[in-house]
């Protein structure tokens, strides 16, 4: 990936202009988008949940949590990062004190007035985004974590006001070598905090079955991909997009062990 620094001079306008910029290794590390920021240990990952439609009024929400399980129940824990916060915006913590409606307030395991409010401003050429205040995929909220691990479900609780949720949403990775995000999974129909006799009602997003090299592989390959586009890699011998085949020069699967070779001779005496 390619990281700058870029500095600014702001007039009483509001127009602006270079002063200056940088590359990566001049970059000072509390510039840089938190994501891409170095990690402590080598196992570091990020993954977030990203609007997926375009927001009128932007997007609320009130908490987010991920888990290394179907079941939700192993719940993954790290830092909160986002694609920023409203600077206009204003939120109750969980000890009652207002302040700036960060990401932390989206982990913070209360649902009361606590949310997580992003910034954003639709670019100027654009004129037919005027009407929206967060375009598709412009705002996102997750967390770096310090291990490697896979989330298979996402429990989101967004506002109940339809104005302030996404109805579509996709949950993504961050390649830290290339510092791109990939996307693992998507979802639509999400309805928000729907209030029960029960209690509140979350959005509980269960991530497909991962690419596995026993269930997509026969376990004669390594599995590639994402769920819904998964591709193997067969071990030799094999063959086929599923390695449920000998390849050529190699009989009886599933051993799929090489054919013996046979010689013929004839000498004259």
Request: glycine share 8%; hydrophobic share 35%.
């Amino acid at each position: 990936r390619n990281v700058t620094c870029h500095s600014y001079w702001v007039f009483a306008n509001g127009s602006r202009a270079e002063a200056e910029a940088k590359n990566e290794s001049e970059c000072e590390d509390s510039l840089k988008p938190e994501a891409l920021r170095e990690c402590s240990l080598a196992s570091c990952r990020a993954f977030r949940i990203s609007n997926r439609v375009n927001l009128r009024l932007g997007w609320h929400v009130v908490e987010l949590a991920f888990f290394l399980d179907v079941d939700c129940t192993q719940q993954l824990t790290g830092k909160p990062i986002a694609s920023g916060t409203c600077s206009s915006c204003s939120c109750r913590n969980a000890s009652d004190i207002w302040g700036m409606c960060t990401a932390e307030l989206a982990f913070d395991g209360s649902m009361g007035d606590t949310k997580w409010i992003p910034q954003c401003v639709p670019p100027e050429s654009d004129a037919s985004s005027a009407a929206y205040a967060c375009l598709s995929g412009e705002a996102w909220i997750g967390l770096q974590v310090h291990e490697a691990a896979n989330v298979r479900c996402v429990e989101l609780l967004q506002a109940s006001d339809a104005a302030y949720l996404s109805a579509e949403v996709a949950l993504e990775y961050l390649d830290a070598p290339t510092g791109i995000w990939n996307i693992v999974s998507e979802w639509s129909g999400l309805v928000g905090g729907v209030v029960t006799q029960e209690g509140v009602q979350w959005d509980r997003l269960v991530v497909p079955q991962l690419c596995s090299d026993q269930v997509h592989c026969n376990g004669h390959g390594k599995a590639t991909g994402l769920p819904g586009s998964c591709a193997c890699i067969c071990h030799v011998g094999y063959s086929s997009p599923t390695c449920n085949r000998c390849d050529l020069g190699h009989v009886d699967y599933p051993s799929c062990l090489a054919r013996p070779k046979s010689t013929f001779a004839m000498r004259l005496v």
